[in-house]
């Protein structure tokens, strides 16, 4: 009998702890949602038009605590889970703002906390809790393999006390809007290693003198506004003491950023996803067309609600993959199912969002064709669709290597 109730008892207070969560989780979406009203659509138009970077917004949330979410109290941050910055997150999308814009700060976060020495953090995390430092850049993808990670090129060679870094990394957003970057290099060289995991180290990189000593920055002009750069590296020496983590294993500390990332950016997904079909059902409600509205019409209604679902759906998705990754259980799969999930569901109702009006999504005053552009980036990066589909076959499926 005492067992039982004291079963009971736990199941009730985790009932009421889940219940004060989620209150908490909907205050967030309040305030981040008052904050974004400051910054209406045509702000982010300009930044559009401008290549700009939306400097004041960025402060903004920095001020009101929402980019230091997942930084510890002790450091300064608000001590929040990754299913909270989710919140932020789609939050920020949902209102027709760009999160691409400073998104990394919350999932490189993950890389420096997780592994991060004590006094990297107690030299870092308060100034980057506080806006006094940016660490908004995440250096890995290179020209030569993309998401063939463990295959990348750049050398860093221990010297002494410092390290020498050379090779080329492509499509490092933000870097410009920096003042930190984790980089990725290989530290002993593929054939001298019996993992191709192994021999790859992270660095805390600071970004300001790096400029000029070895670092060129060259941005790239693409068709969505993400600041993104090609980076040169020629004999830049940086501190030993930048290392993250241990040397040679650099590729367990990128992946818990990279988990991280892909569950924030299903998070974004999931708030363009919302954003569209807001935008879509509200239009098809009051357009009128042939004395009627064009959402009367079940050819125009069914699309709109089959995209909710599908959002609603990979919501979910996002939500027990930010679960695990906030419980350290292991969250891979759920974290790539995510982001396949959620970006084939905002692009799905970016399209019938742009159907449904028609000519007029066409018009950049619409807003509508640049949160097209942004949501459609995701199904191509921080990885491919194809890849998340290999990784499911072989790592859950156990099905055979496929590449």
Known sequence: MTKTMSGDAAEQNLAISNIEKMAAIEHIRLSVRQLCAKFAEDYWLQMDRESGYPTEFVRELTDSGFLGVLIPEQYGGSGLGVLEAAAVMEEICRSGAHAGVCHAQMYVMGSVLRHGSEEQKNTYL?????????????????????????????????????????????????????????????????????????????????VGSAKGNGLTIQPIESMINHHACELFFDDLEIPADNLLGKEGQGFKVILDGMNAERILIAAECVGDGRYFIDKASAYASQRQVFNRPIGANQGVQFPIARAYTQVEAAALMVEKAANLFDG??????????????????????????????????????????????????????????????????????DMPRSY
Not at 158 to 180: A, C, F, P
Not at 362 to 384: G, N, V
């Open 126 to 206: 308060p100034k980057i809790a506080r806006g006094e430092l940016r660490l908004q850049s995440f250096g890995v993808t290179e020209p030569t393999t993309g998401t063939d990670t463990t295959s990348l090129q750049t050398t860093a060679k221990r010297l002494g006390d410092k390290y020498v870094i050379n090779g080329q990394k492509v499509w490092i957003s933000r870097i410009e809007h920096s003042d930190l970057m984790v980089l990725l290099a290989r530290t002993t060289d593929r054939d001298k290693v019996s993992k191709k995991t192994e021999g790859l180290s992270a660095f805390l990189l600071d």
């Open 328 to 397: 350290g259980l292991p969250c891979g799969a759920e974290a790539n199912m995510a982001k396949m999930l959620a970006s084939e569901a905002s692009w799905q109702a970016g399209d019938i969002c742009m159907q449904t009006h028609g000519g007029f999504a066409f018009a950049k005053e619409y807003h509508i064709e640049r949160k097209f552009r942004e949501t459609r980036l995701y199904q191509i990066a921080p990885i491919s669709t194809n890849l998340i589909l290999s990784f499911v076959a072989e790592h859950v499926l």
